[in-house]
């Protein structure tokens, strides 16, 4: 059903513009105009993508090691098949040819590796060194890692869509350029979006008496979150506290292998997003999710909709992704990264 007056009342009240439907026609008067010319058409970059890499199995061979710009898909181990790989090439391919040309070049001009493995105990072994040397290596060697598991707690990844999410957070760490290219700033400004419509939604949701949504940055900070409260995303406790963890994570907890000077929930969470887009029946919500009642996330309803259709249930509109906060990530993975998707 379409969004009711309570609802739409409520948005407003806190703030919140909805914007008008992909069809809507903003367009007045009805003098007559020439037809435009179609533009002139321009070379298409391609992004190569390669399952393996010559000589460079061992952490001996890592300092000769030649990754040309491009994706690689590799087999960590032996216990990954060709049909695992085969899986995560095919979802790095999707990924490149719906993007934005804009977003391909700067794909293209990058060293990035997708690793395989089976699972963390494999990181213990000569396999986890020779990954361990090629992220110490970044900015020489390679620009980018990140790992696939196939045998996680019983899970294999590559069933799943995971791999768009490991995408985008490469995309996000090492690729987008932050504010210096227009697809970098423009997640920036999703991401600061997202964090306000939290706030608005809040004040939405206790005027209906419903529950609102709750985002942790504290597991994706990475020693990069402000010391403000009002400056992390509602839900996120000031300061980041874990018992377990022996290192100071006030600020958010420490990445062993993205170790930049870099807050990783954008490129992070987006990745979430894009799964649920593209495989809404095999994603998996970020765990960071929660509902102000201390319920869990729902994994269903229209991004960013603010409406509750296609939810079992109609009181967690803001707790699913029906919560307007998503839809700045919805616009910005429509303009850069499902530019061409039919």
């Not at 045998?151 to 987008?176: C, F, H, N, R, W």
């Not at 004040?203 to 209906?208: K, L």
């Not at 403000?228 to 290192?247: N, Q």
């Not at 420490?254 to 990745?271: F, W």
Request: proline residues 4%; glycine residues 10%.
């Amino acid at each position: 059903m379409a969004v009711s007056n309570k609802v739409k009342g409520s948005l407003l009240a806190a703030g919140i513009v909805m914007l008008a439907g992909c069809g809507s026609d903003s367009s007045s008067g009805t003098g007559s105009t020439k037809p435009t010319p179609p533009p002139v058409p321009t070379p298409q970059t391609t992004v190569k993508i390669f399952d393996a890499v010559e000589n460079c199995k061992v952490t001996a061979d890592v300092p000769s090691c030649n990754f040309d710009n491009g994706i690689y898909v590799i087999k960590l181990g032996t216990k990954v098949t060709d049909a695992q790989q085969q899986r995560v090439i095919e979802r790095v391919t999707n990924m490149m040819q719906w993007a934005h040309q804009d977003v391909r070049d700067q794909f293209a001009a990058k060293r990035l590796v997708i690793g395989l493995i089976e699972d963390e105990v494999a990181l213990e072994s000569a396999t986890g060194e020779f990954v361990l040397e090629l992220n110490d290596n970044k900015g020489s060697i390679i620009d980018g890692i990140e790992l696939i598991y196939t045998a996680i707690e019983g899970e294999d990844e590559t069933l799943s869509p995971t791999t768009y999410q490991k995408m985008m957070q490469l995309y996000d760490y090492y690729v987008d350029g932050n504010t210096n290219s227009l697809p970098g700033a423009a997640l920036t400004v999703s991401y600061g979006a997202f964090k306000d419509v939290l706030v608005q939604t809040k004040t939405a949701a206790e005027g209906m008496g419903i529950a609102y949504l709750q985002y942790d940055e504290c597991n994706y900070g990475n020693g990069q979150l402000s010391a403000v409260a009002s400056e992390r995303a509602l839900g996120t406790p000031t300061p980041c506290i874990d018992d377990k963890e022996e290192d100071d994570i006030s600020n958010g907890k420490l990445d062993e292998v993205h170790s930049i000077a870099l807050n990783l929930n954008p490129g992070a969470l987006l990745g979430t997003v894009y799964e649920y887009q593209v495989e809404a029946d095999e994603n998996t919500a970020a765990g960071e999710f929660s509902g102000s009642d201390g319920g869990k996330f729902a994994d269903e309803g229209n991004i960013g909709s603010a409406s509750d259709v296609g939810l079992t249930d109609k009181k967690q509109l803001f707790v699913s992704w029906a919560n307007p906060a998503f839809l700045p990530f919805k616009q910005y993975l429509d303009t850069y990264f499902f530019a061409n998707k039919k």
